[in-house]
C-alpha cells in the first residue's frame, strides 16, 4: 500500500508540473457545465421565419352566412416562431436566401375566400407558401417539421372556431334563441319548444287521421331535439377526431434537466478517467520506468491499482466541480450526494479500469490518448441512441456494445443517482462492478502482452 | 556473481547461446560485442527481468542493482523527487537521508530542485545511475551508461563509476565503445551472435589477436578487435 501511496503522489506532481493538463482538467468541466446549465436553462430558441400575410383584415372565414370572429393564427404562429415581418414576397426570399430567417411564410391575399370557397358547390383549395432554404439538408428538415406542425395548428385553430360554430347553430335548432340576419334578429322556435307547442294542440283535435298525424310530427320533434344533442359533442369531435393519451412504458423518463446533467456529468467522468488512465500508464512506459519499477519495487497489480485510484480521485474532483456549477443553473438534490458518490466512484473505477487497459497496450502517451479518444467518443454517443430510433438489429447491436462499455452503465447510475423518481441504482453499479473487475484483469494481461522488456 | 549456461530463446532465434561468466567484488567487467551480440539480453537476465529459459545466476549477496539503457526516470519531476521517489519505494528506512546521500555521489546537489527534462544527457544518466545505487547493490548493471554523451560527460561518468569499484561494487557494463571498454573494463567479456566468445582482461584479449589475427595486432584496439571477430567467423 505504500508504494501505491509514494505512486500516486507522484503521479499529482506531475500531473500539477503540467499547468495546460491541470488548467484543461479544472476549465473543462466548468465549460461543459456552463454550457449545458445555458442550454437547459434557457430552452430552445425559437427559428426566425419570415412572415407575410396578405390577407385583408375585414376578411372573415363565413360559416352558414355568418361571418366568424378573427381566429388570430397569426399571433398563434408567432407564439411559436420568431416572426419577422415582412412586405413582399422578394424580401421574404431575399431573407431566406441570406440565411436571415430560416424559412418564410406568406398567407395569400385570397386564403380566406378559398377557405369560405369549402362551403359552396365549386371549392377551391386554401393554399399557404413556404420558401425555405434547402442547402442544409439537416436545417430544411427541421424547417419543414416546424412550418408543417404550425399549419397543423392553425388548422386545427379553424376547424375547432368552425366547430364551435357549428355547435351554437346546433343547439338554436334544438333550444331555440335569436339569430342576428342581416342587421336584424330572427327568433328561432327551436325543435323542444316545437314539440312542445304541437303536444299542447294535440288534444285539441278530433280524434282521427289529423291528430294521428299531428301526434307523428310531435314525436317527431321530441325525438330530434333529444338525438341531435349527440351531434354536438360529434362536431367537437371533428375539429380533433384523434387525441393522444401517452402511457410511459418500460420506465418513467427522467427530467430532461437532469437527463442533461447526468450526460454532461458521466461525459466528464469518462473523459478525464480514461484519458488520465491511459496516458498515466502509458507514461511509465514512455518514461522507461516501468521496467525498473516492476523489478522488485511494485507489483502489476498495485500499480493498476493506483492508477484506477488516480482516475477515481480526479475523476470525483472534477465531476462534483461539474456539478457545483450546475447547481447555479438547475437547483440540485444535495441530500442524494451519497448516492451521487456511489455512481461517481464505482463509474471512475469502471471507466480507469478501461482506460488501464488502454494504457497498456501501447508505451506512446499521443498513440494512447488518440485510442482512448477513439473508443470513448463513439461508444458515448452510441450509449444516447434511443430506442426505436434506429432498426430493431443494429440497436440490439448497440445495446451489446454499451453494455461492454462503462458509459452507459455510468450514465444510469447518475441518473439514477440525480433523480428522486428514477429507477433503482443497483442494477447499474452491480454493472459497474463487473465492468470494473473485467478490465482490470484484461489490463493485468495486457500488461503482461505488450509491457515486456 | 556466478552464471551459469544461460540460454534464451526468442522464437527459433537463440540469443544466448549457454553463456556463463563470473564476477568478483570490485570488479568492473565489460561486454562488448556487434549489434545483436545479446548484451543488452544477458544484462536483462543478470538483472532479474527477464528470465532465462536455460542456466542460472547466482548472487553472492545484497542487491543487484540495474541502469537502463535509456534512463528509467521521471522527467517532469525534479532530481531530488526522483531519488526521494525511488529510495521511497525502496523501503529506505530514512529516504530524505539517502536522497542527499546520492545528490552528494552524483555532485548534483546544487541542482537537487531543477526539472529531470531540462538537465544534460549526462546529468541524467548520473541520476539513471544513483537511482540504480539506491539498492546499494553488490552488483551494478549499466547497460550502454555513455550512449549519447559527450567526452567531457563520459569522462566524469566512469571517474564516478570506477569510485564505485574502487569501494567495492562488482560493476558490469555493456559497451559498443571497444576504446571505452579497454580503458576501463578490467575483464572483457565478448559477446557474437549469443555465443560466450572471450572471457578475460583487455591484455590478455590482445595476447589471443596477436595468435588469431596477427595481421591486426599492433594496430588500435578497436581493428584489432574487429579482425579478432572475423577471424572467429563473425
Request: glycine letters at 10%; one cysteine or more; a negative charge.
Amino acid at each position: 500500500m505504500g508504494a501505491v501511496r509514494w505512486l500516486l503522489l507522484k503521479d499529482l506532481q506531475i500531473l500539477r508540473r503540467s499547468p495546460l493538463q491541470s488548467a484543461l482538467l479544472v476549465v473543462y468541466p466548468m465549460l461543459i457545465a456552463v454550457l449545458v446549465g445555458f442550454a437547459i436553462s434557457r430552452g430552445p430558441e425559437k427559428p426566425r421565419v419570415a412572415f407575410l400575410n396578405e390577407v385583408p383584415q375585414s376578411s372573415r372565414i363565413v360559416v352558414g352566412g355568418q361571418k366568424l370572429p378573427q381566429a388570430n393564427v397569426q399571433g398563434r404562429i408567432c407564439l411559436k416562431v420568431e416572426c419577422v415581418p415582412v412586405h413582399s414576397k422578394a424580401e421574404a426570399e431575399e431573407k431566406v436566401s441570406s440565411g436571415d430567417v430560416l424559412a418564410a411564410l406568406i398567407l395569400p391575399a385570397d386564403l380566406i375566400n378559398r377557405i369560405n370557397s369549402l362551403s359552396t358547390l365549386t371549392p377551391g383549395t386554401p393554399e399557404v407558401e413556404v420558401i425555405v432554404n434547402e442547402e442544409d439538408p439537416v436545417k430544411a428538415g427541421l424547417v419543414d417539421d416546424r412550418i408543417t406542425a404550425l399549419l397543423a395548428q392553425a388548422n386545427l385553430a379553424i376547424a375547432r372556431r368552425i366547430a364551435a360554430e357549428g355547435s351554437h347553430y346546433l343547439d338554436l335548432v334544438i333550444k331555440g334563441g335569436n339569430l342576428p340576419v342581416l342587421g336584424t334578429t330572427v327568433h328561432i322556435l327551436g325543435l323542444e319548444a316545437s314539440a312542445h307547442i304541437l303536444e299542447a294542440l294535440e288534444p285539441a283535435l278530433p280524434p282521427g287521421p289529423l291528430r294521428s298525424s299531428l301526434a307523428q310530427v310531435t314525436e317527431f320533434a321530441k325525438e330530434a331535439g333529444e338525438n341531435l344533442d349527440i351531434a354536438g359533442p360529434l362536431i367537437d369531435r371533428l375539429a380533433e377526431p384523434i387525441k393522444v393519451h401517452k402511457v410511459a412504458a418500460g420506465g418513467s423518463s427522467p427530467p430532461l434537466e437532469i437527463f442533461a446533467i447526468a450526460v454532461a456529468a458521466t461525459f466528464t467522468l469518462a473523459l478525464v478517467t480514461v484519458l488520465l488512465v491511459a496516458g498515466s500508464l502509458a507514461l511509465e512506459r514512455e518514461e522507461n520506468a516501468f521496467p525498473r519499477l516492476v523489478r522488485g519495487l511494485v507489483s502489476e497489480q498495485a500499480l493498476l491499482a493506483e492508477k484506477v485510484l488516480l482516475g477515481v480521485a480526479v475523476g470525483l474532483v472534477v465531476t462534483l466541480l461539474m456539478l457545483a456549477g450546475l447547481q447555479i443553473f438547475v437547483p440540485l438534490e444535495w441530500s442524494r450526494i451519497g448516492l451521487w458518490l456511489a455512481a461517481i466512484l464505482l463509474g471512475g473505477a469502471a471507466l480507469a479500469a478501461a482506460g488501464a487497459a488502454l494504457g497498456a497496450i501501447a508505451r506512446e502517451v499521443r498513440a494512447v490518448s488518440l485510442l482512448a479518444f477513439m473508443v470513448t467518443l463513439p461508444i458515448a454517443f452510441l450509449s444516447l441512441v434511443p430506442s426505436g430510433a434506429i432498426g430493431g438489429g443494429a440497436y440490439e447491436a448497440i445495446k451489446v456494445v454499451t453494455a461492454l462499455f462503462p458509459f452507459k452503465p455510468a450514465l444510469q447510475a447518475m441518473t439514477a443517482a440525480l433523480d428522486s423518481a428514477a429507477p433503482s441504482i443497483g442494477v447499474p453499479l452491480l454493472h459497474l462492478a463487473a465492468l470494473a473487475l473485467a478490465y482490470g484483469v484484461l489490463a493485468r494481461l495486457a500488461l503482461r502482452r505488450f509491457a515486456t522488456v | 556473481m556466478q552464471a551459469q549456461g544461460l540460454v534464451k530463446r526468442y522464437g527459433n532465434r537463440e540469443a544466448l547461446k549457454r553463456v556463463g561468466f563470473g564476477a568478483a567484488a570490485g570488479e568492473l567487467v565489460a561486454i562488448i560485442g556487434p549489434n545483436g551480440a545479446g548484451k543488452t539480453t544477458l544484462l536483462s537476465i543478470l538483472a532479474g527481468i527477464v528470465a532465462p529459459d536455460e542456466g542460472e545466476v547466482e548472487i553472492g549477496g545484497g542487491a543487484v542493482g540495474w541502469v537502463p539503457q535509456q534512463a528509467g526516470l521521471y522527467r517532469r519531476l525534479t532530481v531530488e523527487e526522483n531519488l526521494l521517489l525511488f529510495a521511497r519505494l525502496e523501503r529506505h528506512p530514512d529516504p530524505h537521508a539517502s536522497c542527499e546521500e546520492m545528490l552528494e555521489l552524483t555532485g548534483l546537489d546544487e541542482r537537487r530542485g531543477e526539472i529531470v527534462a531540462r538537465l544534460s544527457g549526462g546529468n541524467q544518466q548520473r541520476i539513471n545511475i544513483a537511482i540504480g545505487l539506491l539498492a546499494r547493490p553488490a552488483v551494478l548493471l549499466l547497460d550502454e551508461p555513455s550512449v549519447g554523451l559527450d567526452p567531457r560527460q563520459r569522462a566524469r561518468l566512469w571517474e564516478f563509476v570506477s569510485g564505485l569499484a574502487g569501494g567495492g561494487t562488482t560493476v558490469i557494463f555493456s559497451t559498443h565503445d571497444i576504446q571505452e571498454a579497454e580503458r576501463y573494463g578490467g575483464r572483457l567479456l565478448v559477446l557474437a551472435d549469443g555465443e560466450a566468445l572471450f572471457d578475460g582482461s583487455p591484455e590478455e584479449l590482445r595476447e589471443v589477436v596477436r595468435r588469431e589475427a596477427p595481421e591486426a595486432a599492433d594496430r588500435d584496439f578497436e581493428i584489432a578487435f574487429v579482425a579478432y571477430l572475423q577471424h572467429r567467423g563473425h
